[in-house]
């Protein structure tokens, strides 16, 4: 679509108009610019392509809570409870949980307005700073691989870039001696894993998620640049495209005579390719914007519905009673954290619900329901043993059964029946994002046919044929560019002779 048919090819290149006088099929300014902004932002949008191949099977590098806790060594109850002095009452806990750390437990706690807390609950003393002796023990038990290790300070790396890190920094990276050469990063602050890599998975995701979402580190780490870059080039993308679209049609010839396209070689295969796929490459890299959520047009508001199901946020003192009764039944447990419901605090261990008072409290469907009609007016409530259209696995899993609440107003929300706590808040914005992003950008419209090998060979055939297309028009119009570039140096050099 990038070059313009010459006048002594204007028969062969051009649609036919009557007379045989060939008539301008397209702005010749547009062609231009469709030509040099295909060089300059083809390359990215063919790197999308290539890379978006890799993402199917391969998944940014990340520690989920679930995976953390797994490897978690039990709960030592004869080391535990001494709380100290350090937090007196009153103070508002947003979250706080119970977990080894090194063979010492130790209180993990939030306060209201987002401070974190470390207390060694074998001492009672605060923990401010995490030994490089402390992280390599945990990374050994983290990565079942306890022959060694080598350990550095970190504050940001390609792997810990973006902001969800950001309360964990600074990092030990611990780099275990097993084959595969494992980086485990443990927070110096609270002693948490929060990430892993292996040389397979860091090589593999510089093929895929870092060209693919422009995740170098020196642009990653200005959040509001790096969003600035990526909104801006969507953009660009999508003029691209759409030009590209106008340019295949207007030039596309089904009823004037045997060829369907004016061009010949290479730009054929351009323009046919381009515009059987034209559509289908709108459609990612308009969703690809929609992800970043331009100017926050798709943002959500603030959704009480947490607060709601909790019913407030409870003191230190009545988390420190609660904890102190939940350990003098020394369930056998990797984490004990608290869970607030309905203005009452629980606590969850091993796999069962405490009340305040260290009694197995288990939630009931009649708990759920009622806690689900203090959300707001109800459309509908029930429990789910498979995801929806909102709430599903793809790449990450998600906890099944739920208790899911539709409100009159369509928000949806989902809670887990084992705890109480909230899954999912879908508002109508989150919705919208669903569609616009998720569904249009993973093709994931269809039921049934949204994952899996038969959805993933689909994807690579149609990113196979999106990167042909693209592919050609950079190739041409960079020959294209060379050649008019080539014509001007050598006119420059002729007046000066």
């Known amino acids: 679509m990038s070059p313009t048919p010459t006048a002594s090819r204007a028969q062969a290149d051009g649609p036919h108009q009557q007379g045989g006088v060939r008539k301008a099929w397209a702005p010749r300014w547009l062609v231009i610019l469709h030509r040099y902004v295909g060089v300059a932002v083809g390359v990215l949008m063919l790197l999308w392509c290539l890379s978006g191949v890799v993402m199917l099977f391969v998944h940014y590098p990340d520690v989920s809570r679930d995976e953390r806790l797994a490897k978690l060594a039990p709960i030592d109850w004869s080391r535990c409870c001494t709380f100290g002095n350090s937090l007196q009452p009153p103070l508002v806990v947003s979250a706080a949980a119970v977990e080894d750390l090194a063979g010492s437990p130790v209180l993990r706690l939030r306060l209201a307005g987002g401070e974190r807390r470390l207390i060694d609950l074998a001492t009672g003393r605060p ?4 030994s490089k002796e402390t992280a390599l023990a945990t990374a050994q038990a983290f990565g079942g691989f306890p022959g060694g290790g080598s350990v550095k300070s970190v504050v940001r790396d390609q792997w810990t870039v973006n902001g969800e890190f950001n309360r964990g920094r600074p990092f030990w990276r611990v780099r275990l001696a097993d084959p595969e050469a494992t980086d485990v990063y443990v927070s110096q602050s609270g002693g948490e894993v929060m990430q892993r890599t292996t040389a397979s998975s860091r090589v593999l995701n510089w093929l895929g998620a870092v ?3 422009l995740y170098p580190t020196i642009l990653r780490q200005d959040t509001k640049l790096w ?3 990526v909104i801006w080039t969507s953009l660009v993308g999508i003029f691209l495209t759409l030009t ?6 207007v030039a596309w010839r089904p009823f004037h005579d045997k060829r369907l396209s004016p061009f010949r070689g ?3 295969w351009h323009h046919l390719v381009g515009l059987s796929t034209g559509v289908l490459t709108l ?3 308009f969703s690809g914007l929609v992800s970043m959520n331009p100017w926050g047009f798709l943002e959500s508001p603030e959704n009480p519905a947490i607060e709601r199901l909790a019913g407030g946020a409870p003191t230190f003192g009545d988390v420190q009673m609660a904890l102190v009764a939940v350990a003098e039944r020394h369930p056998v447990a990797a984490q004990v954290r608290i869970a607030p419901f309905e203005g009452e605090l629980f606590v969850l261990a091993g796999g069962r619900r405490y009340d305040a008072r260290g ?13 689900g009609k203090s959300l707001g007016p109800v459309a509908g409530q029930g429990l789910i ?15 099944l059964p739920a208790w899911r609440v539709v409100r009159k107003d369509g928000t949806r929300v989902y809670v887990d029946p084992a705890t109480g706590e909230p899954l999912a808040v879908i508002d109508r914005a989150a919705q919208q994002y669903r569609w616009l992003h998720k569904g249009l950008h993973r093709l994931d419209i269809i039921p049934g046919f949204d994952r899996g090998w038969g959805w993933s060979l689909a994807m690579v055939l149609l990113l196979a044929a999106v990167t042909a297309g693209v592919g050609a028009g950079v190739w041409l119009g960079w020959r294209r560019i060379v050649s008019d570039v080539g014509q001007l140096c050598a006119r420059i050099l002729g007046s000066r002779r």
Do not use: K, N
């Not at 043993?385 to 906890?399: L, N, Q």
């Open 244 to 249: 590209g679209l106008y340019l295949g049609v």
């Open 283 to 285: 459609t990612w890299v």
């Open 359 to 371: 009694r197995l409290a288990p939630l009931t469907a009649r708990d759920l329901a009622r806690a």
């Open 211 to 213: 060209p693919h979402w």
């Open 266 to 268: 290479l730009m054929t």
């Open 227 to 229: 969003s600035q870059v």
């Open 127 to 130: 923990i401010h700073h995490v």
């Open 385 to 399: 043993t498979a995801g929806d259209a909102y709430y599903f696995a793809h790449h990450e899993p998600v906890t």
